[in-house]
């Protein structure tokens, strides 16, 4: 009897879990429609009616590929970084804009909408692994070094310019998953970077990657360390010159 009374609470639990995810999701829809289906079309494929006149083109939610993410390479992001894309936009290039006035619960309820264009990928979100992003390493001169070293060594150059002006020799070819071209971003503006300028924000670029893009993830080719100098590199030589000089 007692074993029959704990399965019917389960299961009225879950049932009346599932019914408020149902709510969530058709809020999410409700919410979609209005801001984002223009761009991203009605069933999520960036198809939108003003998607053919956007330089950079919307992201196919149906793919279940995202560029900002906490999370390892190929995988999907995790709700806070949805949250985080959603509040904060895409870059002053890119016509994702800063949803920064939308309440909580309506971004809540929005990206509950946008997993259900990927469902399976999004089934899998609880095993994802988020990439750790240790304190920061000294800004030295060694440091700073060893960074333009491997900005030479793994060809970071090769896109992104010697001098860091995205007119490296393999610029003009990129294109992304879906055979789009891109551009990649001129180091010395900042302001273009979607996954924000701050040491901590390079940091995650560099080791996470920009999934569907030309830019790989060096987790894996570096080590966390390296990764570290190579940062202090790109933010003493391009990003912020004279502000990040070693004390």
């Known amino acids: ?78 709700d806070e970084d949805l949250y985080k894309t959603i509040s904060h936009g895409m870059g002053s290039d890119n016509a994702m804009p800063a949803w920064a006035n939308m309440r909580t619960e309506e971004k809540e309820a929005v990206i509950d909408y946008i997993k259900t264009f990927s469902p399976k990928k999004f089934s899998r979100q609880h095993r994802v692994r ?23 060594d793994i060809e970071c150059w090769k896109c992104h310019g010697v001098g860091g002006h995205a007119d490296g020799p393999s610029a003009p070819t990129l294109k992304d998953n879906w055979d ?13 970077f979607i996954g924000g300028s701050e040491p901590e924000d390079i940091y995650k670029t560099l080791a996470t990657g920009l999934t569907g893009s030309a830019m790989p993830a060096v987790e894996g080719t570096l080590t966390e360390d390296q990764t570290w100098d190579l940062v202090n590199f790109l933010m003493h030589e391009f990003i912020e010159p004279g502000n990040n000089a070693p004390r």
């Not at 789009?180 to 273009?192: G, N, T």
């Open 180 to 192: 789009e071209k891109i551009v990649p971003p001129d180091l010395s503006k900042p302001w273009f």
């Open 130 to 152: 988020v990439v750790n992003i240790p304190p920061r390493k000294q800004n030295t001169w060694e440091s700073i070094a060893a960074g333009k070293q491997w900005y030479m």
């Open 1 to 78: 009897m007692k074993q029959n009374y704990f399965s019917l609470v389960l299961i009225l639990t879950v049932s009346f879990l599932s019914a408020q995810e149902e709510d969530l999701v058709a809020k999410g829809k409700k919410v979609y429609e209005r801001s984002c289906v223009v761009c991203h079309g009605i069933s999520g494929k960036g198809d939108g009616v003003v998607a053919g006149n956007l330089t950079v083109k919307p992201r196919n939610f149906t793919d279940g590929k995202f560029k900002l993410r906490s999370t390892a390479s190929g995988q999907v992001p995790l």
